[in-house]
């Protein structure tokens, strides 16, 4: 039997690199929590590309976009930009140990109140045959657009992704009443790795005491080995959602 080759995923929403209220920059913090998981694939919402007045108050604000900045030596990311405003703009973004050959960013906001993206790309695994295709998204926070931006996903897979072959949708999905779990999984068949390994998503948010599960990893294609939810008082300061992650494995 061939061996499994495992990945470490992330998904965080790292507020922008702000505090609770935006009082302080706590940027380097989530970095050195991110560098602590060693992630293979992280996959970050709220992701501030740019930002003036926010440079000009925080003093260690970085020179770079908040994807460039938290992107360890050797790996590489992407950058999906959604929301554009004066000072600047935010979207998602993935950052990876593995190449990122292909990408792409795909609006789908609903209205023009939130901007939304899907930010969609093909990572080379080293030992895979197939790319790993991966999906960030940050759903809406109205549960009409919800509704829309779900079936606006499975389009894209539908069309872009083969329909055999390791698959990862991550991020803030915003599902305060847990509808997207059963129509991904009718839609698309795919399943939600807290559900798979303990019966139920993760509650994520707030970072301080979690109570709803907002954020979620759902795959196709690939196995559960573990599940871990980073909370404490170490990762609550840094962001009001908590950061989830997943090892998961494919037999080559």
Known sequence: MARPR?????????????????????????????????ADVAFLQEVQGKHESNARRHVSWPETGQHEFLTHEGSHSVYGMNAVYQDGHHGNAVVSRHPIPVWENIDVSHHPMESRGLLHCEVQVEGWKEPLHCINVHLGLWARSRRFQLEWLTERIRAAVPKKGPLIVAGDFNDWHRKASNYLED???????????????????PAQMP????????????????????AGAGWSRLSDHVALAAKLSRFA
């Open 187 to 205: 839609e698309l068949g795919l399943y939600e790795v807290f559900e798979k390994a303990e019966g139920r998503p993760a509650r994520s948010y």
């Open 6 to 38: 495992s990945v470490n995923v992330v998904t965080y929403n790292i507020h922008k690199g702000l505090s609770q209220f935006n009082r302080r920059l706590v940027l380097h913090g989530i970095r050195d929590k991110l560098n602590l998981l060693q």
């Open 211 to 230: 109570f709803f599960s907002l954020d979620r990893i759902y795959v196709r294609d690939l196995n559960v080995d573990s599940v871990h939810r980073h």
